[in-house]
């Protein structure tokens, strides 16, 4: 199975901290994406690190990929108490793109 | 940009029952995308069309599972009959192309479905 693995299941932190978040696959991908989803809503696009960075920036989100440990982190820095929600990393695989998703992180961030 | 719709988002249903899903992805959205999301459980990708031909279906339970994309637009995701362990959200989602292998896909709100 191509199912990103979360880790922690859950996190808390204060409002102003870093969040770390990691994930685990388990064969090769064509990228790694992460996503968001807010208490019964659909998920949200986060950001998509190819298989041939390491490194990616998006305002507050920095991911990175090792690809020798398949293993992939999302770090949000300087958290917002809107930041609170789920967080899924998803490898995709596949000439058909096929993204598999982990079980997701529970953020919570306290104002 | 409109994102892609679903509807209803909610229903509630008796086992055996039988009920019907829509959804419209985002205009010019080649790839379609249905995913069953049981609670606190990341989404599982039941169906995958490219236009309006299915291209991954092996997680789609098919003895009671259907679902259809008549014209490459909209699409219907069918359950009958329901049993109580299809109480999910069922998204859907879209993406411009499906094989490019860099793509980013867009989620709907989901249908949240209770069977009782």
């Known amino acids: 199975s191509q199912q990103g693995e979360e880790d922690p299941q859950a996190l808390s932190i204060q409002e102003g901290e870093n969040a770390t978040m990691n994930c685990s696959y388990k064969?090769?991908?064509?990228?790694l994406q992460w996503y968001r989803q807010n208490s019964g809503r659909g998920l949200v696009h986060l950001i998509l690190i190819r298989s041939n960075e390491r490194e990616k920036h998006s305002g507050r989100l920095r991911v990175t990929l090792d690809t020798s440990k398949k293993s992939s982190s999302l770090l949000i820095t300087a958290s917002r108490a809107a930041d609170t929600a789920s967080y899924f990393c998803a490898p995709s695989t596949g000439a058909n793109s096929k993204l598999t998703f982990g079980k997701g992180i529970t953020l919570s961030v306290r104002p | 940009e409109a994102g892609v719709a679903q509807s209803p988002r909610y229903k509630i249903i008796e086992k055996r029952q039988s009920v019907a899903f829509w959804c419209n992805p985002i205009?010019?959205?080649?790839?379609l995308y249905w995913y069953q999301q049981i609670l606190g459980q990341g989404p599982k990708l039941l169906i995958q069309?490219?236009?309006?031909?299915?291209?991954?279906d092996s997680q789609l339970p098919k003895d009671r599972f259907s679902a259809e994309r008549l014209k490459g637009v909209d699409s219907t995701l069918k359950i009958q009959p329901a049993k109580l362990e299809d109480s999910a959200v069922y998204l859907c989602?879209?993406?411009?192309?499906?094989?490019?292998?860099?793509?980013?896909?867009?989620f709907g709100p989901g249908t949240r479905l209770l069977v009782l």
């Open positions: 069309f490219q236009n309006n031909g299915v291209v991954d």
């Open positions: 064969t090769s991908i064509n990228n």
């Open positions: 989602a879209s993406s411009l192309k499906g094989r490019t292998r860099q793509e980013t896909q867009y």
């Open positions: 205009s010019g959205h080649a790839t």
